[in-house]
Structures are given as C-alpha cells and as structure tokens.
C-alpha cells in the first residue's frame, strides 16, 4: 500500500503523541507516587521534662510514687538505659536539641544557664534548626511550654520555624502566676504576652492536646517542653511560699523549700498530662503514624532519685546528665524493650529529620545520628563517644569508660563495675586515660572557647 509523505507525517505525530502521553503519566505516576510516600511520614511529638532525673519514673525505679502513662509509654515502645542530656544544666542541652550540634558549638551554648536579666543573648538568626528543616520539609510545627534560649524577638521560637508557640521564654517560671525569677509576667502566645489562670503544667497540656486534635492536611511536629518538675516546688494544690528569684547561683533550689511530697504531686501532673496527650493522639486515629519521644533536659535536683549513680544537675558525674528515654512508634519501634545502646540529646533531632525526609545536606552537619535502625533492630548497637563540658569540668563517654575532669582532677571510671564513679582506674590504665585526654582536647578545640570566668 502506498502511504503518502503527509499521511506518514500524520502517523509520526501521532506517535510522539502517545509517547508524549505516556511520558506524562509515567512523570504523573512518579510524582504521585513520590507525594504519598511522603504522606506516610509520621507525626512528630518530643517530650521534654525539665530536671527529670534518671530514676525519677517508676519504669526507672522510683519507689515512693508511680507513673502510670510514662510507664505504659515504656511498654508500649523502647526504653533505653544510657541516655544522656547534650549538658549538665538547661540552655545548653536545649541548644543542643534546636540545633542537633553540640551547644559549645554556639554563643548560646555558653550560657550555663542563661538568667532571665540576661538580654544580650539568645540563639542566633539563620542557623538551620529542627523545626525549621521540619518546616522546610512540610511539616506543621509547634512548641508548647519553655523555650530558655533568648528572650528578644529574633530570638524567639517563631524566628527559629515553629509556626506556633505557647509557654515561657526563661528557666523557670511560677506554676500559678506566670512570672520568671524577677517577677516579669513570663506566659506568651508566639510573642505576644498572655494572662491565663491555671497550674502551668495544666496549661502546657491543655494547649498540647488542642493542637494534637486540630485537622490538618500536613504531618505535624509539636515540641511539647514541660517545665515540670523544676523548681519552684508548686503542686497543682500550692506549695512553698519562699519568694521565687532569680538572684543566687544555680541550683537555686538547693537553698529553697519543698519536699518529696510535693514533688511528687509535681510529677503526678506531669505523668497525668502524658497521659492527656497520648489519649488525644489515639482518638484522632494517629496512634500508629506518630512517633513518640520522651525524655529529659539534665539530671535532677535535691528530690531526685539518682540511684546508682551519683551527682545531680550541674555535674558531669552520671546523676547530672543520665537521662529517662523512651521511644514509642506502635508497629516500628518494638514494644515492651530495653535498650543499651548510647544515646544523647543531638540524636533525637538527626532521628526525627530522617524519619521526616528533611534536608539530606543538613543533616551531614549534625553531631547526632538516626537511631531508628538501631531501634528497629535493623542495625547493630553502635559504638559512640560522647564529650561535655560545663563550669571546670569536662567529660567523656567511651564504651565502658567514662573521664572526668573536675578542675585539675582527672578520674576514670568503668560504668560496667562501677556506675557511682567511686573507683578511679586512673593510674591501672594510664593509657586510657591518656587516650580520653587526647580525644577530648581533640573536640574541644573544634568549639568556641570557654567563657572566661571559668577558665
């Protein structure tokens, strides 16, 4: 049969056409495909207690009181046994989390802890942080309750990618009046100052549940910091009436009132408020697309139960940054399990950047990893080494061995015979000694220099 040039032409473009078509939907495909796998990102809630030490929840052995829904988290997910805060005190760790490097890294960071008078201070503009890449990457973000990283406006959560912010800008603040250590009203919805009435932690979870129910298109990240059980020692009932100041040295609260009753019913709030939020999680049909993570800031102060180690809050012995952690994500992280695998405060942000797809390139400059695989049980238990510093001191974490430096005292320990860090293995391993020395000299040459007041 003859075909003509113009009927060939004709069938030509008919050709590219349908080609044409089917590169289309081949593209259509691929970016449907692309757009659902990224709906199945989880929602993200991170839990931060404030001065919670290591053993303060029953699941961590607690004997004078219970806490019933942080040990049903523990049940529910994995709890782990050597978890560390970034610092010793409050700025420094929350430092550490925005930004998933080591504080020392920052001018904020410095700050051990930063005072409510302090105003030439905060974390600075531009730096990328959890809930900006979050943001970056789609999601909703929030932070609900204290912040204690700047109090001027460019310093503040709304600057730094956190479409929304409910709580208090400094360290600590009175659970019914609302006000920092100077007495400066201190409760703000983004930046702008509120009155409201009720128990602070009360508040913080009202706040954080009403979020957890609001209907969204997108996954959400809400950074839910309780300020809970730090000072002042204020049950939902009262509590002590000494003046609350910001004036003496840290910890302040060693020189105040309260007792173990009260914080007791200080950490009921907090284990009751939980348990407020993760029952909001499940009747918004988002229990299985939402992790979890809880934890704490530093170690805990005078009513703090420690055991078996030593120290509290502003030591680098293991009672000043041990922390509580537990992962729950129903249906990935296993439930009903204990892990040993070391952890610290910058592996938190690398987690919930990986599990959110964020910015691959800024995640290269993390001092945190992923734990997920390691949690999944995908991926062997790593080796990690972890450094502090804080006042005089310095630390690190290697394996077993643990270095501590307090002012021209040097001392080594094996945490698997001796986690009160009583027995120096000094002078029976000199080589280790030398070796940690080296290590963290190393590391701490890649930080900014110590303030000199503590030099």
């Known amino acids: 049969m003859k075909i003509t040039r113009r009927k060939l032409l004709q069938s030509l473009a008919a050709g590219t056409t349908l080609l044409g078509g089917l590169g289309s939907t081949a593209r259509t495909h691929s970016a449907q495909t692309s757009s659902a796998k990224r709906n199945l990102r989880p929602n993200i809630i991170f839990i931060l ?26 049940l529910q997910g994995t709890r782990f046994t050597d978890a560390y805060s970034a610092s010793a005190v409050c700025t420094p760790t929350r430092c550490g989390y925005i930004t998933g490097r080591y504080p020392a890294r920052f001018k904020i960071g410095l700050e051990e802890p930063l005072r409510a008078n302090n105003l030439a201070v905060g974390l600075e503009p531009g730096s990328p942080t959890i809930a900006s890449l979050l943001k970056q990457a789609g999601y909703d973000t929030a932070l609900i309750g204290k912040w204690h990283l700047g109090s001027r406006p460019e310093w503040g959560p709304n600057a ?77 009932k009262g509590g002590e009436t000494v003046p609350f100041t910001d004036k003496a040295p840290e910890p302040m609260s060693m020189a105040r009132g309260g007792s173990l009753k009260l914080y007791a019913e200080m950490m009921k709030s907090l284990d009751d408020g939980v ?60 439930a009903n399990r204990v892990t040993q695998q070391m952890a610290i405060t910058m592996d938190w942000t690398a987690t919930f950047l990986a599990v959110a797809e964020a910015d691959v390139a800024a ?13 999944k049980g995908t991926s062997p238990v790593r080796d990690r080494t972890f450094f502090w510093r804080i006042g005089t001191q310095d630390a690190v974490r290697e394996g077993k061995w643990k270095f501590l430096r307090n002012g021209e005292d ?46």
């Open 363 to 375: 995640r290269h400059s993390l001092d945190g990893i992923d734990l997920l695989p390691v949690i």
């Open 49 to 74: 207690a404030d001065d919670l030490g290591w053993g303060d929840l029953s699941c961590y052995g607690r004997p004078d009181y219970g806490t019933p829904n942080l040990d049903l988290l523990a």
């Open 410 to 455: 040097r001392h080594l320990f094996d945490l698997t015979l001796d986690q009160h860090e009583r027995a120096d293995f000094s002078e029976k391993h000199p080589e280790v000694l030398q070796r940690l020395t080296k290590e963290f000299n190393e590391w701490n040459d890649q930080m900014l220099p110590r303030p000199k007041a503590v030099r």
């Open 160 to 236: 730094h990618g956190f479409n929304e912010f409910f709580g208090i800008l400094a360290g600590a603040g009175d659970y019914f009046l609302h006000k920092n250590g100077l007495g400066q009203p201190d409760l703000y919805e983004n930046l702008t100052p509120v009155a409201r009435n009720g128990y602070l932690t009360d508040l913080l979870t009202e706040r954080a549940v009403s979020y957890v129910k609001k209907p969204r298109s997108a996954p959400f990240f809400l950074s839910l910091h309780y300020t809970a059980p730090h000072w002042p020692w204020q049950g939902p």
């Open 275 to 334: 348990g407020r939020v993760m029952r909001s999680v499940r009747a918004a049909g988002s229990d299985r697309k939402t992790l979890v993570i809880f934890t704490s800031d530093n170690g805990g102060e005078r009513f703090s139960y420690e055991w078996p180690f030593s120290g509290q809050k502003g030591d680098l012995l293991e009672g000043g940054i041990r922390v509580p952690a537990i992962v729950r994500w129903p249906g990935v992280v296993p």
